[in-house]
């Protein structure tokens, strides 16, 4: 999905992605958790030209779709080119990260945010990214993910 343009990828995964949130005791048992905005981890500019997408943007799209929940892909930014991530170990994951991403708009009328993600490596990018939402003043913060791979 992410480097051949496999879109068709999209609807499968949203899908099994909703079921595995449907199925997640804290849909069934917490009214908090029914509405969330979703917001794609952003992608640098520069790579955004490169690739064409935004995977992330994609899959949010397509999830929100199935959930109800609304999108939003221009509060969080990636404000600068960095080094591809793969390859990088975790050291140099998160250095490659530092300050790079920024909260333009506000973020508390957003409500419950769900991060999404395609894939989460050893977390560098989940906790930059967290950790400029917390920052902008994001209280409730769900990360979501098609796969998590062993470090």
Known sequence: MKYRKGWGMVPMLADWLADQWRQDHRFAQNRDWTSCTLLPVPSSPGR????????AALLAKALGQRLNWRLNT???HKT???QSQAGLDKAGRL???QHVFR?????Q???TIALVDDVITTGATTAACVHALRRAGAQRILVMAI????E
């Open 48 to 55: 955004l030209r490169q690739r064409g997408y935004n995977q």
């Open 74 to 76: 221009d509060t969080l």
């Open 80 to 82: 600068e080119d960095t």
């Open 95 to 97: 250095q490659n990260l």
């Open 103 to 107: 909260v333009v708009k506000p973020v």
């Open 109 to 111: 009328r957003l409500g």
């Open 147 to 150: 796969c998590r791979t062993p």
